[in-house]
């Protein structure tokens, strides 16, 4: 059962690049909507507002996401280059080559604020999988609590 009344699951792509939540993709992960805010560009709830995952499943989770970064940052460039070849060119005769990398490296410095949104939302997408049950709450079991130590307090 889904947790719309359409019955119908929501497009990982498209919940990828607009940055909702990995469990239900529907929640925004992001407090502002505006990726080039960049005072509050990165800044995230506590919880999904749509499902209550919560969105830094632990402490120092989003290292990762340096690792995502650089490789959207990598297809970017992979797709500039062969666009620049396809329509401009290279030749050993003149400086294409340097005018690429300045084109390059400006559209690497746009792009930034919406690769480092992308990558947390592909990491968190990596660890946490769509629940189409998500209004049900969390499985049982699936608490944060150390079954350890719950008593000891």
């Known amino acids: 059962m889904c947790a719309d009344k359409k019955h119908e699951r929501p497009n990982l792509f498209k919940s990828l690049l607009g940055n909702k939540c990995a469990r239900c993709r529907r ?24 499902c209550g995952q919560q ?6 989770f989003y290292y990762g996401t340096g690792y ?6 990598i297809a970017v460039c992979v797709a500039s280059l062969i666009a620049w070849w396809l329509f ?13 990398l300045g084109v390059n490296a400006v559209l690497l410095l746009i792009l930034q604020p919406l690769i480092m949104r992308w990558s947390r939302t592909i990491w968190l997408a990596f660890f946490v999988g769509y629940d189409e049950d998500w209004q049900q709450g969390p499985p049982a079991g699936s608490g944060r609590v150390n079954a350890t130590f719950k008593n000891a307090i």
């Open 27 to 50: 929640g925004s992960i992001f407090s502002k909507k505006n990726p080039y805010d960049l005072a509050n560009c990165m800044k995230m709830p506590e919880k999904c507002p749509v």
């Open 55 to 60: 969105i830094e499943v632990e402490v120092g």
């Open 68 to 73: 995502v970064s650089y490789a959207l940052s």
């Open 88 to 100: 401009v060119g290279f030749s050993i005769y003149d400086n294409r080559i340097f005018w690429w």
